[in-house]
């Protein structure tokens, strides 16, 4: 089945349009200190998957002293993140790559691993297929060394989209749209960005990184009130701090998870226990 849509093209859409900088200005502080705490963990070769213009990139680069090989689809993006880091493309602390995981992949020594790789802001939702999906989960793992992990945020079915769940009931029937997809749009001063989505349930999120031969550390809320409020205002970011200590997991918005490349012991897949808000293994 060929894809709904051009994530392509949308997401050069969205970057050219400058409503992606409108809506999410900077990155998520509470996924950006996940990320830094797992950099003082694991070490600083880092690798940013859909990367997009750069707001995690930008700020872990200066927040610590990680090298990050940062890949994106979009050419927008790449070219946006690009020209805006440039000193640290120029001193070699960041790598831009046009293109997924196996443009990745075959643009590095095949001996080199990643001490961390992200996938952060819904970006794995946005691959279409599952099969993809699982691919990309699988190349990841295959790029990380032993003990690597991954930080990977994905939307949660139960809090988003809820009328475009309702449509996409036929265009799944149609056989257009897999199980938990949508298509839905993004408007903004007469610009119309298409957009595709895989919504995910907290255990189907969990099942698929076991099932690449990820070991789950932590699985916690990305956040209960939208990216873009909690991104944009400094009370909204404080209010959804105090939501992470009351809410059950099942009403964030996103789910984050830290997974760990799992050992042949970690093999059998296990019921994760959630962990308690804030905690990071
Ligand atoms: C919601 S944006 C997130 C961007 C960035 N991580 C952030 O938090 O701002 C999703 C990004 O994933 C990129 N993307 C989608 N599929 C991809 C793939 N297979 N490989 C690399 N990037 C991809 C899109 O082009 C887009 O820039």
Known sequence: MPPPISVVEAYDQYFASRLYDKRYPQANSSTLAVVLDQIGRLGTKVLDIGCGNGRYAEALLKQSTATI?????????????????????????????????????????????????????????????????????????????????IVVTVPNAARRFSRQQVAAKSLFTAGHLEAGDVLYERTSDGIVVKMYYHLYAIDEFVQELEQQGFRIVHVGAESFLPESAVVRSKLLRKLDGVLKTLLPLRYAYGFVAVAEVASEADASPRVPRPSAPGEVK
């Open 69 to 149: 090989v940062a890949c994106d689809i979009s050419r927008e993006a790449i070219d946006e993140l690009s020209s805006r880091y440039a000193g640290y493309v120029t001193s070699g602390r960041l790598r831009p790559v046009h293109g997924d995981l196996s443009v990745v992949a075959g643009s590095i020594d095949p001996d080199e691993k990643f001490d961390l790789a992200i996938m952060l802001f819904g970006v794995l939702g946005h691959i279409y297929s599952r099969t993809l999906r699982h691919e990309t989960l699988a190349s990841i793992r295959a790029l990380l060394r032993p003990g690597g992990r």
